[in-house]
């Protein structure tokens, strides 16, 4: 609503101050009442699950959960509007200020009050006309359907009649403050850069949808959920998701594989399980059958300072090398020593070895190193 406005000014000075080096002011004020509550909002995606290792020709899905929060919204009420003033005489204007000041009729009460912001332009030439816009918060909730009255108290200290004391015109438009209130950002459309619009929501809520990926999309697929404002179509947040694709073919037979192979490659070592590190009456010896089990071992159980655990994850890529079809004769007697040594070793015994133990223990990791890399033994599957 923008209220009536209404034009005020003074009527020039008498005679005896005609001959006063000043000039005269007139002016309008418009007003228009906001009463508003603003919302914000958050978004989130999760993929599930974050990676997939597929074969060729196989498909694997992935569910995609997009959530929406809303809050409570900030409330605000304030009056926006402008005062135009008007220098009608033939100086310029000097020490131009205005006060806004909200009544609420029949009281004269003022209830909120501001400067009017005049440092962008605060002189006035003779004959010009300026306007300056406002905006002043009044106390919340405002009173619906009630009549607000909004007054600029402008004044110059060149007003003829009046020169060095500050005079001018006081000005009022009024208005009845709306009902209700307006909402801001209260609904927002959700737009996905893999799945297109999701729909448009006025409240926290969550959406998901599936997608299927096979080796074609090997790679690191990211998709990101953006929400817009409806109301004035601005962007809100976004958030985004990212899902590892890989494509796993069926290693090479004859041939040997890499640690860093056989450890970025689970799908691989799932059919050459379970593998046992030691022999399988060893009171220590342990029986890998999971792929997630040989994934940790092949890292070294995230500690490679210990030789135990390197010589685990070489003896096991070793062990999947030859399940896979390559010849391990070159290394069978490191094996066998391996396999003897951790039937009675964990790896929570390296800082007990003696120095010539670990040398051992050492020798022989790198001895499987060595198959592992095709640099003894039936040779590298990339050579």
Known sequence: MVALVVAGGLSAAPALADSQAGTTLAQTVSAAP??????????????????????????????????????????????????CITNGGAVATGGLTSVINVTK???????????????????????????????????????????????????????????????????????????????????????????????????????TYTRTFSCDDAGVRTNTATLTHTDDNTAGPSATATVAVTCTTPPPAGC??????????????????????????????????????????????????????????QLLAAKLGIAGGADGSAVAGAIAD??????????????SLSKADRNDVNLLATTLDNYNNGIIGPGHCDD
């Not at 009845?176 to 006025?202: C, K, R, Y």
């Not at 059919?271 to 940790?296: I, K």
């Open 34 to 83: 906001r009463w508003t509550k603003t919302y914000a909002w958050n978004v989130t995606k999760t993929a599930d699950p974050a990676s997939l290792d597929l074969a060729p020709g196989e498909t694997g899905d992935v569910t995609y959960v997009v959530g929406l929060t809303r809050d409570n919204g900030t409330e605000a009420a304030y009056i926006a509007g402008q005062v």
């Open 105 to 207: 009729p029949p009281s004269a009460t003022v209830v909120a009050s501001t400067p009017l912001d005049t440092s962008g332009h605060p002189v006035l030439a003779p004959g010009e006309s300026r306007c300056y816009g406002y905006e002043v918060a009044v106390p919340s909730p405002p009173e619906a359907g009630k009549a607000y009255k909004v007054s600029a108290d402008t004044s110059i200290t060149n007003h003829s009649g009046h020169l060095g004391t500050p005079f001018g015109p006081n000005t009022s438009a009024s208005f009845g403050w709306p009902s209700s209130i307006t909402p801001v950002h209260g609904e927002v459309s959700v737009d996905d850069t893999m799945q297109g619009n999701l729909g448009t929501f006025a409240g926290s809520a969550t959406t």
């Open 338 to 351: 391996a396999d003897a040594f951790l039937a009675t070793h964990a790896p929570s015994s390296w800082n």
């Open 256 to 313: 040997t594989l890499t640690i860093g192979y056989w450890k970025n490659h689970p799908k691989a070592v799932a059919p050459m399980l379970p593998v046992w590190l030691g022999t399988p009456d060893g009171q220590l010896s342990h029986e890998v059958t999971t792929t997630n089990d040989a994934v940790a071992i092949l890292n070294f159980n995230g500690a490679a300072s210990n030789g135990i655990n390197k010589l685990r994850g």
